[in-house]
């Protein structure tokens, strides 16, 4: 009985959530655009969440290359770890662990913020001021994260094969040119268009599952608690899915 009404509330949150995507799409990228909020929030999740990003990154790449390191030198071919993790991380770990960490800290902001806006009323007060709250407060939001996640990726990968090269030299010596030459050598088109193309949707997912749960928060602090805590939850398991249909048709491509 449970299990069924788990079910049924399941689809029903799927189905408010594909309703509220198309009432972004239908209405919140139509004039009038609000770009100074846009511009606020590009700075608020992409800006701000860059040390988070970066030092996350960092520690990724140093602790990879040390793990992966002792494996490789057991079977003679520790020249290959420049390109073993260049891979790795390119083309998976640096776009979900990226991914993950932005959920965590910008969909649970988001769902927070809008939660109470909601519980103190001012989303309605906004309507009655006659500025459109969904185009101020969802729109730009969510056209934030989308665009701001693939930047952070990029620059997030940048960092953590600064973080490997590191690595590497702890115990061995290897030119900054010859590292990073191994690993653009390695990548492929294959490699970075499905790495890149698969983070805007993972911003995009981040963005709507934020504004949604603060949009319709219940009332009470107890309401936006659970807003944020259920954005954060929701995010991560929408974006491992994205990632494993990304695999999916990546490989029905046959870009792997």
């Not at 906004?126 to 407060?137: A, D, H, I, Q, R």
């Not at 590497?168 to 900054?176: L, P």
């Amino acid at each position: 009985m449970a299990f069924s009404q788990d079910i049924s509330s399941f689809l029903e949150q799927t189905g408010s959530i594909g309703r509220f995507i198309g009432r972004f799409f239908a209405g919140g990228l139509k004039p009038r655009y609000e770009f100074r909020e846009f511009l606020a929030q590009c700075f608020i999740v992409g800006y701000q969440s860059l040390p988070l990003v970066g030092l996350t990154g960092f520690i990724m790449g140093l602790v990879l290359t040390m793990q992966l390191r002792p494996n490789l030198v057991d079977y003679g071919v520790e020249s290959q770890l420049p390109v073993m993790v260049g891979i790795a991380i390119v083309r998976e770990i640096g776009p979900v662990i990226t991914a993950l960490i932005f959920a965590g800290k910008i969909a649970s902001s988001i769902g927070a913020e809008l939660g109470s806006m909601k519980v103190t009323e001012q989303i309605d007060a906004m309507e009655v001021s006659g500025t459109n709250p969904f185009k101020y407060l969802v729109a730009t939001r969510v056209l934030a994260c989308t665009l701001m996640l693939p930047i952070l990726t990029v620059l997030g990968d940048a960092i953590s094969l600064t973080g490997s090269y590191i690595g590497v030299n702890i115990r061995s010596v290897t030119s900054f040119r010859l590292f990073f030459d191994q690993i653009f050598n390695s990548l492929s088109f294959g490699d970075l268009l499905p790495a890149v193309i698969k983070t805007f949707f993972f911003g995009f997912a981040v963005g709507v599952i934020g504004c949604f749960k603060g949009y319709f928060c219940n009332k009470g602090t107890r309401g936006v608690g659970n807003s944020a805590n259920s954005a954060v939850v929701l995010s991560s398991v929408v974006i491992f899915i994205i990632d494993l249909l990304a695999v999916q048709i990546t490989d029905l491509l046959g870009l792997n």
